[in-house]
């Protein structure tokens, strides 16, 4: 374990973020090379997860953690911000219908979590398969700079890439079963079968539902479980179409920052590539974000400059709209009403800080409010 690592968990204990702490210790022992003697104390840690009252148990395995394992030097594989993945000028056209999707070109390192967000039918699926090698692209090309090596053909760079659709095929058999054949046909010894596997079941709290099948749980579990299968072979490149819909808002919310946390893993740092149409959600853990509309990349966060010279505001309010409207022609702004919710762009030499006290002195009431000048919300 690095001394970045090392005293970033300190940290989290010392800010009494005992669950991230937690989190982020099994996650590096799920990454890093297995060894039966930390197999004790990453059990204690696991069961800890559906104990969360239990702080000062929980500082004593994690300090315990950090001591066992300063005695095992094992280098990175992989180091953050290392290209993954590079698509050069890749577009699709389709044999039936006029649906195109234009060409495009993008890098994925390790350690970075891509949102992709757009309505329905505008792309993102067909992206996401493209970069999967579920479909091949009319134009353009994919390189896996990771994980090709010479001569080495398109099957063999798929297996180190995890793919989870939508639509997610049904497995069959008991669920817990399922994971470890998945590890078997990978080589893996059986007891680090039984070790991955019941590690993995807690960190994504489905421990109780091991011995169910695929029938028995809801969709929301269904996608956790396909989650939990593509984690425990360890791909470099994980791409999810669509897995917050369906998930509850808390669920998706836990859902995202487990999948950053993971990306950033020091024994194997994945870069992590995933489509919603959730945009808050997504854009709060992305590194990167793309937005698409009719199968073009409109906005990439990281290469298109913002050069707006507005301030863009949404908010949700009670008051008559001609009371709001006052509010809006004072500052020169244009606004948008659909019912009580209303959209206000402006100059942006006020900030929204000056623009939500103008409001509330005017005595609007206020039941929520956001800028979205940075957002993708403002290209819907």
Known sequence: MSEKLRSRLLSELNNGNHEVALKRSIDHALSSTYKSDLNE??????????????????ELNIHEYLNITQKFEEPMRVEHSE????????SKQYAVGSFQFKSISFELKAGSLTGVVGRNGNGKTTLLSMLSGDLLAS????????????????????QHIGYIPQRIPAWFGVLEDNLKFALATLGFHPEEIEFRVE???K???????????????SGGYRTRFELAKVLLKRPSILV????LANLDVKAQQTFLQD????????????????SSQLLHEVEQVSDDLFFIKDGHCLYQSASTPNNLETIIIEFISSN?????????NGLNGELKAENNFYTLTTSKILSAKILLKRILDADIDIQYYRDITNSTKRLF
């Open 41 to 58: 104390i990453v059990r204690k840690m696991a069961d800890l997860l559906n104990n969360k009252e239990s702080v000062d148990l929980i």
């Open 240 to 243: 999810l179409d669509e897995p």
């Open 83 to 90: 290209l993954v993945l590079k698509a050069n000028g890749i």
């Open 203 to 217: 960190r994504l709290g489905l421990y109780e539902y091991r011995q169910f099948t695929w029938s028995q749980i």
């Open 259 to 274: 999948l950053k946390y993971m990306a950033m893993t020091e024994g194997h740092p994945m870069a992590v590539i995933l």
């Open 320 to 328: 008559p709209f001609e009371e709001i409207k006052k509010i809006a």
């Open 199 to 201: 590690i993995m079941l």
């Open 139 to 158: 134009t353009g090309f994919i390189e896996y700079p990771l994980i090709a090596a010479k001569n080495q053909d398109p099957y063999t760079i798929k």
